[in-house]
Each structure stands twice: as structure tokens, then as C-alpha cells.
């Protein structure tokens, strides 16, 4: 074989191989961004780098104790995927969340106060494509006391410019409820949600004037509260008020 | 020409190596499988999240006991899943021929592929174009009933909140015509009201000139709706008849006449089947926060035979037939109902 030959071959495979590794589906990152999260926590998202075949979620996922061991029935194990494959919804598991289950008093809760757990993804889960993925992820999650309170959109920070709003709220809110449960009423426009602040970026610049910032009152907490009630009503408590708000809103001005 | 063919191959190599695929715009993963009385075939798919009707015309024919020893083996070949392991979604029986329809995937796979029993061999099916009604945004389907004029369909929300919902559509299907409640469910066990669990599985059965649905969530009450409350917009308080327990999620939900009164049948994860006696079932007084626990004087009796049995639907009136699962070994069973 000529040099140049072998040369060309092996660049051929080089570049292959290349092409090869970069369709491994990663790991992008796990929503709430933040590491200290309320004992009683919900709910986690695993953003991919691909569309992933599900199937298999939970047999690379393990939540680890401050010692390293796998804790048993950590998450409810129902693979909740977006439409597109690519974000993966868990469950802590509710029944361990949740006070007076008997698995709860069986097992103890999940993640307890003051304590420290690592969420941790194993290599092999595998791409719509086929490929598994190729390296392991890693979060570390430091737990402070449980969150029992809705979310309250009078304490929330709203600034506006002609350009855009943005809106600092007052506690680690659900990613995905946060990117879509917001609204400025008669106004049209796009919403980014980055950690604990909402950005909205009206289509056409905000004329100088009064508005208003609709909130679905869907949207949760870490520990599933929301503006109806909170996550856990006690006991006795009568069902949902059929007159609930189906939404909150602020007022916000433009100058 | 040589050079083009030969550009072709590469590219069509290049493409496998990234991993484009083609779309798929036709895939659907049937999780959950319903006939109604003429034949036609109800679906929801978990993958588009839609409900899919298929008109299924076949010959009358008796029902006869089916036993397939060797399904997960068939099963494999026919989805090519080499190692890896594959899945049973559902099971439903035509109540003209008294065929027996699977849906099954392999792992990872983005769709299912529907299996007709043909004596002891499974034959692929080739759907016809379906009717679709498509669920609201981001509602991932459980379970579905089809009872008189109606499918009901239990779903959770993919993203953002922690819901549970269930979906009336009036038959005959059509997009547009369907109405979605959230549920709001009394947990015995720790005696809250939530609209947070979803309905896993779930079955239908008429009573007193009313259509009603039983459902229970992973952690396990057994609860009681009544269709005509599945309203658009609506809240519907459920009624909870009996608490199950924990650790013992449910899988499939069978009602069946048993002398002259509905019996309830749960097939779970854990242990035999829970067969629940049929005053509790029509129960009118004992219900939410007087709902007793399975455990507490309840007749509720644990079926041995049933241990291992996923997915179920009636054969006859005095049979189903299963989907059993003995450590990780499928097959396909007929039993006669407890």
C-alpha cells in the first residue's frame, strides 16, 4: 500500500470515528440547576443530547446516599418523556414523599435534611439512534427542610424594559412549568427560563404603559405546591374549591 | 456511473454512521388495547399521545383456551430484538372471533408492533389507517375503558405538573369531541384528597343503568367513577372504595359477572391477583373516608393461581387470557376466573 494511501485510510477511520462518538447521547444537564433542594422534593428533569429509546431509564439511574450505596425505591419508575425524547421527567417516589403512606413509614423518606445524595447516570442508556451513551453523570444534591408553601407571585421581582421582562421568583420553581406557565396578557412573545428567573421577549417592543403578568396557577414548586394549594392538604381537608383561580397575575409597568 | 453509485453508498453509509434515521412519523406505541363489541379496536398511544380506532372485520368463531409457552421467545424473533429484552403493553381478545391481539415492543424500540395469536404462533399485523383523536398537550395515556357510548382514557402530564387526568371521547370517534376532567382521588392510607396520582389501570362495568369505571393508582386505592361525570373542564371527585396497600402496584383490572353481581379482579406486580367481592364494589355508603383497607375485614382474596399475570381481558364469561411473566419468561395463559 502507497503512504499516502494508508495516510488517507486511516484519516478516513479518524474521522469515522469521530462522527461515530459524537452521535452518543450526553447528558446536558439536570433541572433544578440548583443543589440544595427541599427534603420533600418531587420532581427532577435529565435533559439529553438526543432523542432517547426510554425502556432503560431506570437501570442507569441511581440516586446515591452520602456513602455511595443506591437507595431502593428512590423514584416512582414511570419514564415520563417530552415529546421529543430528549428530557426525562423522575419522580422522587410520592409514596416516600408523601407523610402517612406506608411505604413511606416501611422505607423511610427518600432524602432526609441536612444530608447529602448524588444523582448519578450510568453509561448505556441508549439513543433513539442506538448509541448508548458513552460516560457517566453526576449531581450532587444537598437537602435542607421540607417546603410545605405555595409559591407566591406577590413576592416575585418583575423588571421591564421596551425590550423584555424579566421576572426573579421567589423560590426554584418547576423548569418545564416555568418555560410555559407564564403569559403577559394581549402581548405576544417568547419566555426563557434560566435557574429562578423567567425572561419574556415581547415580538414587538413593549410600549411605554401598564401590563400584566398571568401565572397558570399550575405551576409548582420543587415540592409540587402550586398556586392552589400545596402539595400535601391535611387531613380531613375537603377536596379542591371548585371556584379556584385558574390563574394569578401581576400588574407591571413599562416606562 | 460507477463513481455515482459508489457516492451513493458512502453518503447512504455516512448517514447510518450519524445516526439519521428516517422519520417516523407513523409510529405509534399501543400501551393500552380495547375492542368493542362489533370489533373495532381501541388504542392509545403513548408515543403520539393519541387515541386510535381500527376497524378489525373478522368471522365469528368460538372461543377456545389459548396457551403459549414459548411468547417471549416468539416475540423476540419477530421484533429482531436480539438480546435485549422486550415488552408486553397490552392484550384484548375480538369479541366476534375471539382472536387474541397483542401489543409488544422490544426495549427501546419507538414503537410497538400488534401480534394476532394464531393457534400457537403469533402473526403481525398490518393496521389500516386509523381514526385519531389526539389528547391535550403533553398528556401521556395510561389506560383506556370503552363502555357503551364511550372511551375513557386515564392520562399524567409529561412535563410541568404532577396531574392526573381522565378523557371521555363519545363513540364513534372523532377528532375534537373529547372531554378531559382532573381527577381528585381520597387516599385511605393517608387520608388526603389528591388530584396527583394517576390512574394506571383501569376497567369498566355497568350497574343500575349507569356506566362506571374502576381505577387505581400506583399506591393503591380502588376508586369508582361515574362516566357521566367525565365532563370538559371538570374536577371529579372519585369515589374510593377500598385502599390495596403499598408495594403492590397494579397492573390490570379485570370486572366480570359473578353470580349475577360485578367482581373486581387486580393483577399486580407483587403477589396473586386481588379479587374484591362484589358488595364492595357497588358500595354506596363506605366510600372516601369510610373506605376500609384491604386487611381490615375486607373479603378481598389473594387468587395464587393469578401470581405472576400482567396484563389480562376476558376470553369468556368464564375465562381470560394473560400475559404471565415467571422471572422474566413470558407466556401467554388462559385461566378460568376466580
Known amino acids: 500500500m502507497k503512504p499516502a494511501a494508508a495516510v488517507g485510510l486511516l484519516a478516513f477511520v479518524a474521522v469515522g470515528y469521530v462522527f461515530w462518538t459524537a452521535q452518543a447521547p450526553q447528558v446536558l444537564g ?16 435529565v435533559d439529553f443530547s438526543r432523542p432517547m429509546a426510554g425502556d432503560d431509564a431506570f437501570e442507569h439511574l441511581q440516586l446515591l446516599d452520602s456513602s455511595g450505596r443506591p437507595i431502593e425505591d428512590a423514584f416512582r419508575e414511570i419514564e415520563l418523556w417530552s415529546r421529543d425524547n430528549r428530557r426525562l421527567m423522575l419522580y422522587v417516589h410520592p409514596g416516600r414523599v408523601k407523610s402517612g403512606l406506608a411505604l413511606g413509614d416501611q422505607l423511610g423518606p427518600v432524602i432526609e435534611q441536612g444530608k447529602t445524595y448524588t444523582l448519578r447516570l450510568l453509561p448505556g442508556m441508549k439513543g433513539r439512534n442506538g448509541r448508548p451513551s458513552t460516560s457517566s453523570f453526576a449531581r450532587p444534591l444537598q437537602v435542607c427542610g421540607p417546603d410545605h408553601e405555595p409559591p407566591d407571585v406577590g413576592r416575585w421581582t418583575l423588571r421591564a424594559t421596551p425590550e423584555r421582562l424579566e421576572v426573579d421568583v421567589d423560590e426554584w420553581l418547576d423548569h418545564a412549568g416555568l418555560e410555559d406557565f407564564l403569559s403577559v396578557e394581549g402581548v405576544q412573545g417568547r419566555w426563557r427560563a434560566e435557574g429562578r428567573q423567567a425572561l419574556f421577549f415581547p415580538s414587538r417592543r413593549f410600549a411605554p404603559g401598564e401590563y400584566r403578568l398571568v401565572v397558570d396557577a399550575r405551576l409548582e414548586d420543587l415540592a409540587g405546591n402550586n398556586f392552589i394549594r400545596p402539595f400535601e392538604t391535611p387531613s380531613g381537608a375537603t377536596p379542591l374549591p371548585s371556584d379556584r383561580p385558574a390563574a394569578v397575575s401581576r400588574p407591571f409597568r413599562v416606562r | 456511473m460507477i463513481g455515482n453509485i459508489s457516492l451513493a453508498v458512502v453518503a447512504a453509509l455516512g448517514l447510518v454512521a450519524l445516526g439519521l434515521t428516517p422519520p417516523q412519523e407513523n409510529v405509534s406505541l399501543l400501551v393500552a388495547l380495547k375492542f368493542d363489541a362489533k370489533g373495532t379496536l381501541y388504542a392509545a398511544d403513548a408515543k403520539g399521545d393519541r387515541v386510535l380506532a381500527f376497524a378489525m372485520d373478522e368471522k365469528e ?8 409457552a414459548s411468547l417471549g421467545e416468539q416475540l423476540k424473533k419477530a421484533l429482531d430484538a436480539g438480546a435485549d429484552p422486550v415488552s408486553v403493553h397490552d392484550i384484548a381478545v375480538h369479541p366476534v372471533s375471539h382472536a387474541i391481539y397483542i401489543s409488544a ?17 403469533l402473526e403481525k399485523v398490518d393496521l389500516a389507517k386509523p381514526t385519531a383523536v389526539a389528547l391535550p398537550t403533553g398528556a401521556r395515556p395510561f389506560d383506556l375503558v370503552v363502555i357503551s357510548k364511550d372511551v375513557v382514557v386515564s392520562s399524567m402530564n409529561r412535563d410541568k405538573t404532577f396531574g392526573s387526568t381522565l378523557h371521555r371521547i363519545a363513540l364513534p370517534l372523532k377528532e375534537g369531541g373529547i372531554a378531559t376532567s382532573e381527577t381528585e382521588i381520597y387516599h385511605t392510607s393517608h387520608k388526603r384528597w389528591e388530584t396527583k396520582t394517576p390512574l394506571v389501570a383501569m376497567a369498566g362495568f355497568s350497574a343500575g343503568g349507569q356506566d362506571y369505571v374502576m381505577g387505581s393508582t400506583a399506591c393503591t386505592p380502588v376508586v369508582r367513577i361515574g362516566v357521566g361525570d367525565v365532563a370538559d373542564k371538570k374536577k371529579i371527585q372519585t369515589q374510593t372504595i377500598v385502599e390495596l396497600g403499598s408495594r403492590n402496584a397494579p397492573v390490570s383490572m379485570l370486572v366480570y359477572t359473578q353470580k349475577n353481581q360485578p367482581t373486581l379482579l387486580v393483577t399486580n406486580n407483587k403477589e396473586g391477583a386481588y379479587k374484591v367481592a362484589a358488595p364492595v364494589l357497588v358500595e354506596k355508603a363506605k366510600l372516601n373516608e369510610q373506605a376500609v383497607n384491604r386487611g381490615a375485614g375486607v373479603p378481598i382474596e389473594v387468587v395464587d393461581a393469578w401470581k405472576g399475570v400482567k396484563r389480562t381481558t376476558l376470553l369468556d364469561a368464564a375465562s381470560a387470557v394473560a400475559i404471565k411473566d415467571d422471572g422474566g419468561t413470558l407466556s401467554l395463559v388462559t385461566l378460568p376466573l376466580p
Open chain 2, 105 to 121: 415492543s422490544k426495549k427501546g424500540a419507538a414503537g410497538s408492533t400488534l401480534f394476532r395469536v394464531n393457534g400457537d404462533k
Open chain 1, 30 to 45: 439536570v433541572h433544578p440547576e440548583t443543589e440544595t433542594v427541599p427534603s420533600n422534593l418531587l420532581r427532577l428533569y
Open chain 2, 61 to 68: 368463531a368460538r372461543a377456545k383456551p389459548v396457551s403459549i
